[in-house]
């Protein structure tokens, strides 16, 4: 029988600000009971948290961790290790940034079995479409096949900068719809306009511009709501549900509410660094903040806090996407420079601090955008994601009143650097749990971590 752990002196959201005091039972891998602190509870252990607040841990359904096949920007050890010490409790790998790509169950079971023994969190995948797998026959099968296996999405793109997995076009993406809809499951688009964005891009070099400023005139904000108009007449045409990922404008955030609005099954995440962000950053920090989108103005800085508030846009994710740093940040010219962040580790103690304490995010809004909302997206949102009976016992643990400040060498990541460096946040990390076992725990300064303990979670297990 399993062992009952009892954590109590703690507090856990409720409405709005709300905190409630409680104490959580954890029998085996879930929660047992979620008591008042006057309820007498029988437990085998008593684990005494200090009145710190407890969240479900987040799930961040974006990362790249390169795994196999490009292990010297990151690896599934190094990646889960960053985002145990980061409060994640589940994360989700794409498809493209590994060889072979999971495009097809012989990759994903290929994938599985180099990256299972080093998981320290849970993970999901998803599976992909791109413009090679269309020129295929069978691919249709191939995606039933995957979906079945248990991926989380499907991730296409309208613009790829990666020769082994190309982008789609317009009708291409409608198909893949069509198909992933009769299938049921979410596809997650990258979505910027191709022809506008290398028309731009070719001019610009032509005309000798290789600066910080000439990358975010190649990407404008036009190129996001041109594509984010391409998805929702999608959506419209197929009425399968699609999730565009890492809106960076609010333009394109605003087209993707109108659609909404109309009932389209359509929803939107955001990342760290379009929150933290923006276009005069990237003049000053160069490809240090090199993504893809581009960070945009301060007015879409702050647009994307409101609709992040009000529902607009629906969760954040860190897309972690980290180079070999520093050499393929600094190969000399903007256009050759590595394009991606790391973010795990960042993601909750950053929505906790800029969201929640500077009044942006009510504590419940919190939840919902790193832990319940991801988990609904992914079909997984009867187990995990939230501090109730019967749901994994995967929490964060924060020390509120604790202010530091970010250095990339504190991170737990494999190459570290980060557009935050020297933020001074609001509230840390001090232990993460994941299926009732804690996997991290703050000793002082430094951080400790259990043996790798997470595992392969499946879209509508146990439904």
């Known amino acids: 029988m399993a062992a009952r752990i009892l954590l109590e002196n703690l507090v856990i959201p409720g409405c709005g600000d709300e905190r409630r005091p409680a104490s959580i039972l954890l029998e085996g891998e879930r929660i047992a009971a979620v008591a008042g602190p006057e309820e007498e509870v029988a437990a085998d252990r008593r684990v005494d948290l200090g009145g710190a607040l407890v969240l479900p841990a987040a799930i961040d359904l974006h990362v790249h961790f390169d795994d196999p096949g490009f292990t010297h920007r990151e690896d599934f050890a190094t990646g889960t290790r960053a985002a ?33 023994p080093k998981a320290r969190v849970d993970f999901m ?13 069978g691919w249709e099968e191939r995606l039933g096949e995957l979906v079945e296996e248990g991926v989380g999405a499907v991730k296409v793109y309208l613009l790829s900068g990666m020769d082994s997995f190309g982008d789609l076009t317009a009708g291409q993406l409608r198909t893949v719809l069509a198909v992933a809809g009769r299938l049921g499951v979410p596809v997650g688009v990258h979505a910027e306009d191709r022809e506008l964005v290398l028309e731009l891009t070719r001019d610009i070099r032509e005309a000798g511009g290789d600066g910080p400023l000439d990358y975010a005139a190649s990407r404008p904000a036009e190129a996001e709501i041109l594509a984010a108009r391409t998805v929702v007449e999608a959506v419209r045409a197929t009425g399968s549900r699609a999730h565009v990922v890492h809106v960076a404008s609010a333009g ?3 087209v993707l509410s109108r659609a909404r609005k109309e009932g389209l099954p359509v929803s939107a995440e955001t990342c760290p660094h379009f929150l933290a962000h923006t276009v005069e950053d990237l003049e000053r920090l160069g490809s240090l903040l090199k993504t893809a989108p581009v960070v945009k103005t301060a007015a879409d800085r702050e647009e994307l806090w409101r609709g992040l508030a009000a529902g607009e846009i629906a969760l954040v994710a860190s897309d972690h996407a980290a180079g070999v740093w520093p050499d393929e940040k600094t190969t000399g010219s903007i256009w ?16 906790y ?42 929490l964060a643990v924060i020390d509120e009143k604790v202010r530091w400040t970010v250095r990339a060498a504190d991170l737990h990541n494999k190459n570290r650097y980060t557009p935050l460096e020297g933020w001074e946040l609001t509230g840390r990390i001090r232990e993460t749990w994941v299926r009732g076992r804690r996997v991290f725990w703050r000793e002082g ?16 297990e146990g439904t």
């Open 445 to 460: 300064d430094h951080g400790r971590f259990a043996e790798p303990h997470g595992r392969w979670i499946r879209r509508g």
């Open 84 to 116: 145990a010490a980061g409060g994640v409790g589940c994360i989700a790998d794409m498809p493209c940034t590994s060889v072979p790509p999971v495009t097809s169950v012989e990759n994903l079971r290929t994938k599985l079995a180099v990256i299972a």
């Open 252 to 254: 394109a955030m605003e």
């Open 125 to 137: 995948l998803w599976g992909g479409v791109c413009a090679q797998v269309m020129g295929e026959s």
């Open 336 to 351: 050759t420079d590595y394009g991606g962040v790391p973010g795990v580790e960042l993601l909750l103690p950053f929505l």
């Open 353 to 394: 601090s800029e969201g929640f304490r500077r009044g942006r995010l009510s504590l419940e809004r919190l939840v919902e955008v790193t832990a319940t909302a991801p988990a609904k997206l992914l079909g997984v949102g009867g187990f995990k994601g939230r501090i109730a009976p019967g749901f994994h016992a995967d």
